[in-house]
């Protein structure tokens, strides 16, 4: 069946933070008189992430209620008395500004071509409800049909049913879309469970594999190839 959709990914694909997660952090928590290393932020978030449920009280991840959680916490490992919910919303005015982010190079003549060609383009990201307005601060969502957030649709990636809602806005079933994103769990295996295509775009060059892709440029000769079924794997393994 022919590929008439194609959804993306958002941060990672699309666009990227111009200050990493951490750095900001680390600068807000030393602002507000907790000196601390990007680096533990780092460590810390990476852990916190991995223990957290993947809803607080009924609130999926991303929402502000979960990410209130995440900060406290993340304040309580580092001893800290400050508020959570004070400390959340300063990273979200932060990460809600679209001078936060730039955007890749390859991303507006993708999704140009895209278009062009008559493709039909969503997206389908794990963030918080702040995502459609970023997108337009970015002078991303004219390209788009179909925006899936996680927050607002209450699954996340890699969970099929995010992917699922994104089919049901568009009409289409899933032979009929490719999935292009950063993760290889939570984007390429993700959307291959719930019967997408699928591409990884890696433009760091850490994965190798027939479904990897370095440029959202490749992704129209792409679909004129046979269809792919090995997952990436990382070098030396």
Known sequence: MTVGVVLLDAGGTLFTERDTRDVIYARTLTERGLPVTAERI??????LHT??????????????RWFREFMRRLLAELGSPLDPEELRRDLAAHFSRPESFVLHADTLVALE?????GLRVGVVSNWSDRLPPLLEGLGLSRYFEVVTVSAIVGHTKPDRRIFEVALAGFGVRPEQALHVGDDPVNDLAGARRAGLGALLIDRAGRYQGPEIIRSLEEILARLEAPPLSALPRPPGR
């Not at 780092?42 to 852990?47: F, I, P, Q």
């Not at 609130?59 to 502000?64: A, P, Q």
């Not at 071509?113 to 060609?117: G, P, S, T």
């Open 51 to 64: 223990a957290m449920p993947s809803d607080v009280e009924g609130h999926v991840r991303y929402t502000d």
């Open 42 to 47: 780092a460590t810390l978030r990476e852990t």
């Open 113 to 117: 071509r895209l278009l062009e060609r």
